[in-house]
C-alpha cells in the first residue's frame, strides 16, 4: 500500500502530463526513488505521516532530487499538508539539528546548495524528519517523515543519474 501512495505521489509531483513516463527504482522503507529521463531527473521522495487530530488540506511529502543537466543534486523539496502564512518561518528539524526553511504557498527549500548538502547528511542519521511552520490561519504546524529508507532511496536517486552528463 505504500509503495502505491509513494507512486501516486510521484506522479504528482511531476508535471500535469502524468503520461510522463518514470522509473521506479525501488521501494525502500518509507521512501521511493524514480527516475524521470523525459526531464531528466532522479529523486527520492516519502508522504508525511498521517496524524490524528491533525487537519490536512493536500497531500505533503519530502522529496530530494538531482537533475544531472542542471547539474544540481541532492535538492530538498517539501510540500507542507497545509497552505503557509505568508512569511511564515519554515524549521525543519532533525535529531536537534535545525535548519530554516524558505518557501511560500505549501512549499519550502534550503537557501542554497551547502544547506541541502547539510540536511541530506542529516536524513542519513535515520529517526523522523519534522518541518514546522504556521498555516493561513495563523496556527503552528508541523508535518512529520520517516526517515526510515532515505538513506538507500537518496542513493538509488543518485545511482540513478549517475550516467547522465
Known sequence: MRAVLLFALATAVALPAAVQARDALGVFGEWAA???????????????????????EQDGFASVGTWPDKRVRGQLHVRMTRELAKNSWIVLSIRGKSFSLIGGGSEAWAKDAQMDAAIVAAMRSGGDMTVTALDAKGRRFFDRFSLDGAPTALDAATLGCSGRR
Open 34 to 56: 524514480f527516475r524521470d529521463p523525459e526531464t531528466p531527473r532522479c529523486y527520492a521522495i516519502t508522504a508525511a505521516e498521517e496524524r490524528q487530530g491533525q487537519s490536512h
